[in-house]
Nanobody
Framework: QVQLAESGGGSAQAGGSLRLSCVAS???????????MAWFRQAPGKGREGVAA???????AYAESVKGRFTISQDNAKNTLYLQMNSLKPEDTAMYYC?????????????WGQGTQVTVSS
């Protein structure tokens, strides 16, 4: 069983910061040493957008729209994924989801959290 639980969303002013967390609970059967974790977001009326990803080697990737502002990281001891969001913009307003790909290729994210809302006001 794989469960992902996001937290840390909320409201912020433009230029402000928020940090999202995602705690992963993965049963032994599903455990893999090769994995990819990512943050996605979906704004009202828009499609889902990949924001940032990190794999088991620690390699990271970011959407162009958040490069230099957002940082993805992980604490393996705590099974927790983070997204530090700085210099927030109103266009960052969206529901943010944590996702896991246990094949490690950062392509097929089969496990998703429930999401946490981020609202940025100007």
């Amino acid at each position: 069983q794989v469960q992902l639980a996001e937290s840390g969303g909320g409201s912020a002013q433009a230029g402000g910061s928020l940090r999202l967390s995602c705690v992963a609970s993965i049963s032994t059967y599903y455990y893999s040493t090769d994995y990819c974790m990512a943050w996605f977001r979906q704004a009202p009326g828009k499609g889902r957008e990949g924001v940032a990803a990190i794999d088991s080697d620690g390699t990271t990737a970011y959407a162009e729209s958040v490069k230099g502002r957002f940082t993805i990281s992980q604490d393996n001891a705590k099974n927790t994924l983070y997204l530090q969001m700085n210099s927030l913009k109103p266009e960052d307003t969206a529901m943010y989801y944590c996702a896991a790909d246990l094949d490690g290729d950062c392509v097929d994210f089969g496990y998703w959290g429930q999401g946490t809302q981020v609202t940025v006001s100007s």
